[in-house]
Structures are given as structure tokens and as C-alpha cells.
């Protein structure tokens, strides 16, 4: 199982991005019951952004809410970053995570996503 995400890019202060990520191998996934996404500047802790879960409970960091959409797509495998109103602070490489249950496994997994450059300039 890998976690595969694109949409990153350099963008305009204001403007938007949206941000996917596609867990591979579905036959060899049970479920997933988190999907999320963090971001890390140079020199800094990676810091949470946001989660949603299977059910699809939904929680934000202060820096992005009102800003920044989660979804899934459960039948894909799927979560979505909608990203609004970007901030040069926003910029950062963004990963992707996910609580995964691979078949035949009794517990969940964590895994990360190789990250996708967000660039928020003029």
C-alpha cells in the first residue's frame, strides 16, 4: 500500500489549490478509518492541518479553518485538500496520512505520503 498525492504547485497570495491523495493496492487495503494531511516548512516540527475520519468526523488546525476543506472519497481511497484564500505562511511540503487496515493484518497501519510542494508567493 502507498499513499500517492499530486496538486501542489506555486500559486498567487489569495488564490487556491486543491490537493489529493490516493492510497494504492485497494485489494490489499480493509480500511481506512483516518486520512489527513500535515505540512512542514525547513527547520520546523511537521504540523497537522487536518483529519477526517471514515465516518466523517472532521477536525482543523486554527491556521487553515475557514480556509482549508478535507474530504474523502471512501470508494476511491481518497482524501482532498481544498485549500482557499492561501497565505505565504501556508507554504510548506504537504503529506498525507492514513490509518490503513491492510487485509489479513489485525491492527492499523500508519502511513505517509512523499510529500507535494505548496509555494504561496507574488
Known amino acids: 500500500v502507498q499513499l500517492q498525492a499530486s496538486g501542489g504547485g506555486l500559486v498567487q497570495p489569495g488564490g487556491s489549490l486543491r490537493l489529493s491523495c490516493a492510497a494504492s493496492?485497494?485489494?490489499?487495503?480493509?480500511?481506512?478509518?483516518?486520512m489527513g494531511w500535515y505540512r512542514q516548512v525547513p527547520g520546523k516540527q511537521r504540523e497537522w492541518v487536518a483529519t477526517?475520519?471514515?465516518?466523517?468526523?472532521?477536525n482543523y488546525a486554527d491556521s487553515v479553518k475557514g480556509r482549508f476543506t478535507i474530504s474523502r472519497d471512501n470508494a476511491k481511497n481518497t482524501v482532498y485538500l481544498q485549500m482557499n484564500s492561501l497565505k505565504p505562511e501556508d507554504t510548506a511540503v504537504y503529506y498525507c496520512?492514513?490509518?490503513?487496515?491492510?487485509?489479513?493484518?489485525?491492527?492499523?497501519?500508519?502511513?505517509w505520503g512523499i510529500g507535494t510542494q505548496v509555494t504561496v508567493s507574488s
Open positions: 493496492a485497494s485489494g490489499s487495503i480493509s480500511s481506512i478509518s483516518v
Open positions: 496520512n492514513a490509518l490503513i487496515r491492510p487485509k489479513f493484518y489485525v491492527s492499523d497501519m500508519d502511513y
Open positions: 477526517i475520519t471514515s465516518g466523517g468526523s472532521i
